[in-house]
């Protein structure tokens, strides 16, 4: 595993080690790694649903399916 180093103002530290106790993560890197996890995750989502707003319907919806 790599590793990275992040300098953060105490004010965002204490908020992570906050969140670190309150959630139940064993570590600061456990709570970062969620956080980048949740963001890829959005992201993919995010691009699955505009490539599904551009794509041409495949079957028009009437009364009957309503």
Known sequence: MS???????????SFV????????????SAYIRELIRRDRDRQHL???????????PSVTADEADC
């Open 46 to 56: 995010r691009g699955l649903l505009l490539e599904g707003g551009e794509s041409a």
């Open 3 to 13: 590793t990275m180093n992040v300098s953060l103002p105490g004010t965002l530290k």
């Open 17 to 28: 080690d906050d969140q670190v106790a309150d959630r139940g993560f064993g570590t600061c």
